[in-house]
T-cell receptor
Framework: DGGITQSPKYLFRKEGQNVTLSCEQNLNHDAMYWYRQDPGQGLRLIYYSQIVNDFQKGDIAEGYSVSREKKESFPLTVTSAQKNPTAFYLC????????????FGSGTRLTVV | DQQVKQNSPSLSVQEGRISILNCDYTNSMFDYFLWYKKYPAEGPTFLISISSIKDKNEDGRFTVFLNKSAKHLSLHIVPSQPGDSAVYFCAASGMRNDMRFGAGTRLTVKP
């Protein structure tokens, strides 16, 4: 079955540590995206990539980094520079056509302890 | 700066009645608009979309209306069912397909 997988579902991090969230898709989608959800703020775009080895900053990229070495994978690293990392992180993928919606993963809840 | 706004955080309707969820946007470069449905601790699922060249799109019980001059769109659910209870996100995208989402409206359909 084609889909998009995020792991782990729950992640705990100590302050000052970097942590990497995994996102893998087997839909053969060209584009991949990372969003962050906070209560009352909806989904905010962190980074996106439309092609391998290329990515663009979204609206809240500070404190985050990404890589796109393979079409199927788009890991997100939450660095120690991110001031408020506790949130629900969602990865999505899509074709390059704008008339199709995204396919989302089931999310990773990151908690800084 | 929020480019997509959903000003009603919650909406409660009776089963069988119409649910109307509203959304406003500020960026005139958006050319595609979508609605997503989301349950807790899950990713959103695509519900219905509309191109900026249309003013209405219908899919079963769901209809999306677009008013470009007012930069406003709405989702109508008729008739509403208890299984429709979820958070609904409005989203908009431009040529690069980098979608922006509203804050969501929690719909509760009471039996």
């Amino acid at each position: 079955d084609g889909g998009i997988t995020q792991s782990p579902k729950y992640l705990f991090r100590k302050e000052g540590q970097n942590v990497t969230l995994s996102c893998e898709q087997n839909l053969n989608h060209d584009a991949m995206y990372w969003y962050r959800q906070d209560p009352g703020q909806g989904l905010r775009l962190i980074y996106y990539s439309q092609i391998v080895n290329d990515f663009q900053k979204g609206d809240i990229a500070e404190g985050y980094s990404v890589s796109r070495e393979k079409k199927e994978s788009f890991p997100l690293t939450v660095t120690s520079a991110q001031k408020n990392p506790t949130a629900f992180y969602l990865c999505a993928s899509s074709t390059l056509a704008t008339n199709y919606g995204y396919t989302f993963g089931s999310g990773t809840r990151l908690t800084v302890v | 700066d929020q480019q997509v706004k959903q000003n009603s955080p919650s909406l409660s309707v009776q089963e069988g009645r119409i649910s109307i969820l509203n959304c406003d946007y500020t960026n005139s470069m958006f050319d595609y608009f979508l609605w997503y449905k989301k349950y807790p601790a899950e990713g959103p699922t695509f519900l219905i979309s509309i191109s900026s060249i249309k003013d209405k799109n219908e899919d079963g019980r769901f209809t999306v209306f677009l008013n470009k001059s007012a930069k406003h769109l709405s989702l109508h659910i008729v008739p509403s069912q208890p299984g429709d209870s979820a958070v609904y996100f409005c989203a908009a995208s431009g040529m690069r397909n980098d979608m922006r989402f509203g804050a969501g409206t929690r719909l509760t359909v009471k039996p």
